[in-house]
């Protein structure tokens, strides 16, 4: 194994391993640190499938499993291999999505923080990648933290954040339904479970409200705080291969998609491991 640290603000390139075989306990162990200690990581020219990547998760942790809301869209190839779904714009000949959040740009956000228990780690691998953008970026929110102008800091330390998705990728949700869309309130500022480190836990996507702040207040507050938590010195872009396969910690970051054009085929394999509810 040759860890390969990127010329960006985070992330590695891991050569010389094959998943095709599931990791042993020792070197689940061994990559879960080296995720950790490098937030992404990439695992170039991986050629497995479905079951071998549910494999790889499961030797990380538990795989995330949910029961989704009654309205949400699940293509079949969801229930294809339980644990697994692809993030697809391709359509069938009816014009139906194969996949999960098929088209364009999405913003920055992290996986599920509006549920009670956030994913501690997501995984894709490229099957298809488009010819121009459909890139994924990720953000430094250790990083972003630490360099946080100090009344910004003052305003979210020790407050909580509302954080509600109603699957859209470009707008925020109407918080006039929120009795009607998945939300739940975490630290904005997290200790980190597994490091100790604290990191910034509100993105652009899904948080829309701080505690004792009314949404117009909040607005004022998270704006400036969002604008610096993507500034490029924070961030990694990563224009996708086929086969790349990268696994990330969803806790110390956050994850963004370029945009890309309905008709430019884009599929990647997705699948999760299940965190835990988040200390302040």
Not at 46 to 57: G, V
Not at 160 to 170: F, G, K, P, S
Request: glycine share 6%.
């Amino acid at each position: 194994m040759k860890i390969l640290p990127l010329d960006a603000p985070l992330g590695a390139r891991i050569e010389g391993l094959n998943f095709s075989n599931t990791p042993d306990e020792s070197l689940a162990a061994e990559l879960r640190e080296i995720i950790y200690a490098y937030q992404m990581v990439l695992f170039p020219e991986q050629t497995f499938e479905a079951p071998e990547q549910l494999a790889f998760a499961k030797a990380l942790g538990p795989v995330r499993r949910r029961k989704l809301p009654d309205n949400y869209f699940s293509p079949e190839s969801s229930y294809d291999t339980p644990g697994i779904a692809y993030v697809s714009n391709i359509r069938d000949e009816k014009g139906v999505p194969t996949g999960i959040i098929p088209d364009g740009e999405m913003w920055f956000h992290h996986d599920t923080c509006y549920t009670p228990e956030p994913d501690k780690f997501t995984m894709l691998y490229a099957v298809a990648v488009p010819k121009v953008g459909g890139h994924t970026m990720w953000g430094d929110m250790y990083a972003a933290w630490n360099t946080l102008p100090d009344e910004l800091k003052t305003a979210l330390d020790g407050k909580r954040a509302l954080n509600v998705y109603d699957y859209a990728t470009i707008e925020r949700p109407d918080l006039a339904k929120l009795d009607e869309i998945e939300h739940a309130w975490h630290p904005a500022v997290v200790t980190h479970p597994h490091t100790g480190r604290q990191a910034l836990f509100v993105n652009r996507l899904m948080t829309c409200q701080i505690e004792g702040l009314d949404e117009a207040e909040s607005r004022a507050i998270l704006e400036p705080v969002f604008d610096h938590a993507e500034k490029r010195e924070f961030i990694y872009e990563h224009p996708w291969k086929p086969d790349d396969f990268i696994v990330w910690d969803n806790l110390s970051t956050i994850h963004a998609r370029t945009h890309f054009e309905l008709g430019d085929d884009r599929r990647l394999r997705r699948c999760k491991v299940s965190g835990d509810a988040l200390a302040a």
